[in-house]
């Protein structure tokens, strides 16, 4: 079945440390991975996709198919990257599943 | 341009009455998403409209839930005899035609309270 585990519900750094926010997934094709975030009263938003192999706002993500994880990389965390992040896998090129999300705090 | 627009925001029922939650998708979208968030919860798919079409309803929970989408547009969501299970914040997406990884377009969301 498939399936999109992020192991962390909170996670908390300082300003300008590393941030790393894990996603692991389960699935028998190719996968196609996707970070969402929402930030505090705002509408769920797409951060950045694996295949486009992009940095949005300093983030990475590289797509490891041996470990199946997608995990999220900033290397210098701001206050304003404070927010829940939601990593998605698209199923039959349509549908997303998502874990249950991650809540980065970034205190200053 | 206008974003995916969803109404009501807000709604409280009463156990065993009707709801009905509305999705305005962006202009020229032709592919329409619900999905279904309760809390501490990630995302549920619900369902997807191409068109007016509906290929994939798999996601939805229990006959008393169906959708219908007209004029390539508007999409509602209805829940009949709503049960206190069914308290969630129900998301609306749209995109361009589905198949080539299009971005989905998230709404703000409807947040549904059965007392």
């Known amino acids: 079945a498939q399936r999109v585990t992020q192991p962390e519900k909170l996670l908390s750094v300082f300003k300008g440390a590393p941030v790393e926010l894990k996603c692991n997934y389960s699935y028998s094709g190719s996968p196609e991975l996707f970070w969402y975030v929402q930030y505090s009263r705002q509408r769920l938003q797409l951060l950045l996709r694996?295949?486009s192999r992009e940095s949005i706002k300093g983030f990475t993500a590289d797509l490891n198919k041996g470990e199946t994880s997608f995990h999220l990389k900033k290397p210098f965390a701001q206050e304003e990257d404070s927010a829940m992040y939601y990593c998605a896998l698209l199923i039959s090129n349509y549908k997303l599943t998502f874990g249950k999300g991650t809540l980065l705090t970034v205190n200053p | 341009g206008a974003g995916v627009s969803q109404s009501p925001s807000n709604k409280v029922t009463e156990k065993g009455k009707d709801v009905e939650l509305r999705c305005d998708p962006i202009s020229g979208h032709t592919a329409l998403y619900w999905y279904r968030q309760r809390l501490g919860q990630g995302l549920e798919f619900l369902i997807y409209f191409q068109g007016n079409s509906a290929p994939d309803k798999s996601g939805l929970p229990s006959d008393r839930f169906s959708a219908e989408r007209t004029g390539e547009s508007v999409s509602t969501l209805t829940i009949q005899r709503t049960q206190q299970e069914d308290s969630a914040v129900y998301l609306c997406?749209?995109?361009?035609?589905?198949?080539?990884?299009?971005?989905?377009?998230f709404g703000p969301g409807t947040r549904l309270l059965v007392l």
């Open positions: 694996h295949i």
């Open positions: 997406a749209s995109s361009l035609p589905s198949g080539n990884q299009e971005t989905q377009y």
